[in-house]
């Protein structure tokens, strides 16, 4: 399910706060003008899990809202937890909003902002305590190529949920956290990606992209 209504904008955080850093996007420097960065939480060189269950552990492309299981090391590692990952929706933005999530206008020049939202489910491997990470993972491509994070842009978006506030993360239990990416404005598919550890290809879930043209 694509969104295309008027994107939300963070009411409680300025836009100078948002960090865009550009660079190149997925193997192409110029393929949408933004680094792929990860948050200040990630657990940058935390292994990556190997999958079990009924999907394949090279992951593969599913419907929007299915779920496919792979394995995270929370914790700096020391806990490792399965959880069923499913990316619900995806809502795509236009120029004239994206211009205002990042500190210089110029800096969102031909590009919008894409979040998704993405369901996390706990299904073994012990209680996350806080703080947990494995929504560091997921990605944003569109037409093929990664998108640039935009950092901070997400967290307290209608339904998103922001690990600061997330605690003994219990097994059965799940929480939707939000990623968002700037990619380019004519776009015309955008897709999700989340992989676990051990996994030779990720999970991916693709979405039409039928809005994010300039409406200022």
């Not at 899990?49 to 992951?59: L, M």
């Not at 989340?194 to 879930?205: C, H, I, T, Y």
């Amino acid at each position: 399910m694509l969104h295309t209504k008027s994107v939300w904008l963070r009411a409680v955080a300025p836009a100078a706060v948002l960090a865009l850093t550009l660079t190149a996007c997925g193997d192409d420097k110029d393929s949408a003008g933004a680094q792929d960065h990860k948050k200040s939480n990630a657990a940058a060189d935390a292994p990556k899990t190997e999958k079990k269950s009924a999907e394949p552990v090279a992951g593969g492309e599913l419907k929007a809202g299915r779920r496919g299981t792979g394995k995270f090391r929370e914790e700096n590692g020391k806990r490792e937890i399965t959880y069923d990952v499913a990316a619900e929706k995806v809502h795509v933005g236009t120029e004239a909003e994206a211009r205002k999530l990042v500190s210089d206008p110029k800096d969102a020049k031909g590009l919008v902002a894409a979040t998704a939202w993405i369901t996390y489910t706990n299904k073994g491997g012990g209680v996350v305590k806080d703080m947990p990470r494995v929504g560091n993972e997921s990605e944003i491509y569109a037409d093929g190529r990664r998108g640039g994070l935009l950092i901070g842009a997400a967290e307290d978006g209608p339904g998103c949920e922001d690990t600061i506030d997330i605690e003994n993360w219990k097994v059965g239990q799940s929480h939707t956290l939000c990623q968002t990416y700037m990619i380019p404005a004519g776009a015309k598919s955008v897709e999700v990606h989340w992989a676990g550890e051990g996994q030779s290809a990720p999970f991916v879930w693709k979405f039409a992209h039928a809005g994010g043209a300039d409406r200022s």
